[in-house]
Each structure stands twice: as C-alpha cells, then as structure tokens.
DNA sequence: ATCGTGACGGTTGAT
DNA sequence: TTATCAACCGTCACG
C-alpha cells in the first residue's frame, strides 16, 4: 500500500485507522492511566479513544497481561498435519474398507487428535480421495514440524519488518524529541526480541517510544504477537508491579497522538461536544 | 454518567 | 496472481 493512509476522526476528535489497531503507545497509555486511578471515561476523553476501546483493552490487558493487539489474518492452524495424515494412511492400509466417520472415532480413540483439532468427516474424505498414496513434500512436513516458533517469529517478524512499510508512519508520525524538547520519560517498551509485554516488568529500555518502538510496529500485529508473544494470563491487574511516576509519561503521547491531524493537513478534531466534563 | 457488549465496516494474512 | 476466508481492529449505539 503506497498509498497513504489518513484515517477517520471519532466522536471524540481523536483519529483512528479503520480496521487497524491503535499505535501501541496510545494502548500503553491507556494502561498506564488506568493503573493511576484514571476512570476508563476519562481515559476515553483524555486520549480521544472510544471507550468501548478503552474497555477492550483494558479487559485484555487485565486478562493477558498484554497491551498488544491480537494477531490480524492469517488462517486457524490446520487440522490434517502430516502425523494426522499418516495415522489416517496406517488406518485405511490396516482397514480398506473403513468409513471416514470410524477413521475419525479412531484418531480420538487414540489420542491422534482430541475433541478441538480432529478433522471432519469430510476432511478425512478428501484426505484419502488425495493424500493417501502420496507423501507429504518435506517443505509441507517442515511447516507443522518447527518445534522452534521464537526463531520462526523472528524470521517471520524481520521479513515482515523488511517488507512492509511502517503502518502508522505518515499517520501516527511519532518520533523521538527534539534535542531542543526534554526527552519525556518513557513508557517502557518490549523490546522487539523479548517475549514479555505487560507493563511493569524491568525491560531493555530504549528512552523514547520511537524510531524503533514504532520500527517494531511496523511489522503487522501478527508479527507482532508472534514476536513479543502474550504473557500468560496469570497475574490480575492489580499484581503487576506498580508503576512509577518515573515510568508514566506525560501527557505527550495524547498531543502527539492529535498533533499529526496538522501533519497531515486534516481539519483539527471536530468540536469537543463529547468531551465536556 | 459510566461501562459492558454486539453490530458494523474495515484490514490482514494464510490458504 | 487473485479470491476466499476467518481472524482481528476501533467506533458507535444501545441498554
């Protein structure tokens, strides 16, 4: 997509990118504010976000411990694996004459599949209609045999930085201060490596939510997720470590989140008719 | 006034 | 290369 992107402005004035999730810095100030006591209704005002979106990320981030969006597109795992496939060949080789329905009894009977992956009746069909007497490609065996997802993420995540574009470069332009503006204390971003992304954790910190902060997001969510994956929903909220006055940024991130309508020449945000107090 | 939720129109990426 | 599908997104409106 060359083409650049200038996204709509909500009832609140604030500008958003249909179908795209909101700059992580945006999602992390909405934590943030949260976990200082901020009402989710102030918080919709203050950073100009729906509330309905302040809601969803703060239930996910309650329940995750993540502030990063799901992963967008891509296919739900595949159900005929290749070890699938070979016990439905040793089945049909034992029994020629076995329906699809039992193939299917047997791969739950033993434990091949369970209850959530076992492939339909149909599927099963059409595996011995045309796989069955052919093997799997070894590129097909090594797409569900990769035991190793980190290194498969961060392949997965340079070519995804390589090949797209920033998503939110001309349109959520966020850098790093000028020399002239005092650096303002970060929100303190994952790295790009690391796994863990709930707040509050002692990360590698790089001091602005920047060039390469917003690198990172360049790679699509999915990447993202597969990158920086979701912590295990195991701590409630309220028992990440608590953040400091150190760690919460000003209020930049809200201006700078508005201040790029006039980058981009949009009209200023539409009167604050929702916005009173 | 606040907040949870579902419909909606949109994007994305694997197949 | 293109189309399809199913995942996700944020906004909006309703209760």
């Known amino acids: 997509?060359?083409?650049?992107?200038?996204?709509?402005?909500?009832?609140?004035?604030?500008?958003?990118?249909?179908?795209r999730p909101l700059p992580n810095?945006?999602?992390?100030?909405?934590?943030?504010?949260?976990?200082?006591?901020?009402?989710?209704?102030?918080?919709?005002?203050?950073?100009?976000?729906?509330?309905?979106?302040?809601?969803?990320?703060?239930?996910r981030y309650n329940e995750t411990g993540s502030i990063l969006p799901g992963a967008i597109g891509g296919s739900k795992p595949r159900v005929t694996t290749p070890n699938v496939v070979k016990h439905i060949k040793a089945y049909k080789d034992r029994d020629p004459g076995i329906f699809a329905w039992?193939?299917?009894?047997?791969?739950?009977?033993?434990?091949?599949?369970?209850?959530?992956?076992?492939?339909?009746?149909?599927?099963?069909?059409?595996?011995?209609?045309?796989?069955?007497?052919?093997?799997?490609?070894?590129?097909?065996?090594?797409?569900?045999?990769?035991?190793?997802?980190?290194?498969?993420?961060?392949a997965a995540a340079a070519a995804?930085?390589?090949?797209?574009?920033?998503?939110?470069?001309?349109?959520?332009?966020?850098?790093?201060?000028?020399?002239?503006?005092?650096?303002?204390?970060?929100?303190?971003m994952p790295p790009q490596s690391h796994g863990i992304t709930h707040l509050g954790t002692k990360q590698p910190v790089s001091n602005c939510v920047t060039p390469c902060y917003m690198r990172a997001w360049a790679a699509s969510s999915?990447?993202?997720?597969?990158?920086?994956?979701?912590?295990?929903?195991?701590?409630p909220m309220g028992e990440h470590t608590p953040m400091t006055h150190e760690n919460i940024s000003t209020n930049m991130i809200g201006q700078n989140y508005n201040m790029q309508y006039y980058n981009v020449n949009m009209k200023p945000p539409v009167p604050a008719m929702y916005l009173q107090n």
């Open 222 to 235: 999915h990447s993202m997720n597969d990158i920086l994956g979701f912590r295990q929903p195991t701590q």
């Open 102 to 154: 039992e193939i299917r009894d047997k791969l739950l009977s033993d434990g091949v599949c369970d209850k959530y992956n076992v492939p339909s009746v149909s599927s099963i069909s059409r595996i011995l209609r045309n796989k069955i007497g052919g093997n799997s490609s070894p590129t097909h065996q090594q797409q569900y045999e990769n035991k190793n997802p980190s290194a498969a993420a961060a």
């Open 25 to 59: 810095a945006i999602r992390l100030r909405i934590v943030e504010l949260a976990q200082l006591g901020v009402r989710p209704c102030d918080i919709s005002r203050q950073l100009r976000v729906s509330h309905g979106c302040v809601s969803k990320i703060l239930a």
């Open 1 to 19: 997509m060359e083409q650049p992107t200038f996204g709509e402005v909500n009832q609140l004035g604030g500008v958003f990118v249909n179908g």
């Open 160 to 188: 995804a930085a390589a090949a797209s574009p920033p998503i939110y470069n001309q349109f959520y332009p966020y850098s790093c201060p000028p020399p002239s503006v005092p650096t303002m204390a970060a929100p303190q």
